[in-house]
Nanobody, 120 residues
Framework: QVQLVESGGGLVQAGGSLRLSCAAS????????MGWYRQAPGKQRERVAS??????NYADSVKGRFTISRDNAKSTVYLQMNSLKPEDSAVYYC???????????????WGQGTQVTVSS
């Protein structure tokens, strides 16, 4: 019912920047939550940043370097990543909690993931 498509990953040198995008499509009535997560090899998936109507939230490891933003008209969330470090290398996933026109409660949807590699 809802699809998330990510873009913007790639290879960058330490200190560089990347901008990730995640666009939702489908039968969307309201997006309750948008978030970015990442998973490095051998590690658990961790929340990087999230945005709701109440504001934004960041993992301590990215505060001051990453910025999450949203375009409600486009059902899109962005993650601007600056001052990237090798330890930021991971597969990044977006996640939305969406209330559709066919459901009475929000459902979680995930993007397919995009690789971010930061070289030292």
């Amino acid at each position: 019912q809802v699809q998330l498509v990510e873009s913007g990953g790639g290879l960058v040198q330490a200190g560089g920047s990347l901008r990730l995008s995640c666009a939702a499509s489908g039968s969307i009535f309201r997006i309750n939550y948008m978030g970015w997560y990442r998973q490095a090899p051998g590690k658990q998936r961790e929340r990087v940043a999230s945005i709701t109507g109440d504001g934004t939230n960041y993992a301590d490891s990215v505060k001051g370097r990453f910025t999450i933003s949203r375009d409600n008209a486009k059902s899109t969330v962005y993650l601007q990543m600056n001052s990237l470090k090798p330890e930021d290398s991971a597969v990044y996933y977006c996640a939305f909690n969406v209330l559709t026109r066919q459901s009475n409660w929000g459902v979680d949807y995930w993007g397919q993931g995009t690789q971010v590699t930061v070289s030292s």
